[in-house]
């Protein structure tokens, strides 16, 4: 399978109580690839606060530890929000295969964070396939990522 990521890096996953049903589903996935993942919790359905598992998940993909992330909850809002605090993550909410395309190839995205209320398990591995195997187009989609960061 082409990937832009370095799939011989773990995987990092993570998602709050509202995600987790998802995060199960989407790890089974990532094992019928024969990918390595770090699953940083939430472990049981019991209610969590999301930047409990969102900071991990961020902090391992800015420092090269993971591949990319994945973060889940109810609305990827709350993941969202906390992922995009880090240096250099770029955590795109996505709730379709054309969203998850094009975060990859216009914003050169680096966390998928997907609203486990809002999008149907189907839709979910669908969105991971396309994140994890599309190109970043670079170009002038470059020079904006570039423009991202604050000093
Ligand atoms: C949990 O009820 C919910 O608030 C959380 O999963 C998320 O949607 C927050 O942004």
Redesign the pocket.
Known sequence: MHSPFDLSKPIAIGS?H??YDFKEQLISFLEGKGLPYTDFGTHTKDSVD?PDFAHPVASAVEKGEAAFGILL???A??VAITANKHQHIRAAICWGEEIAKVCREHNDANILCIPARFVSEGVAEKMLQIFMTTNFEGGRHLNRVNKIACA
């Open positions: 709050d509202a995600g999301y909850c109810g609305t809002n709350g």
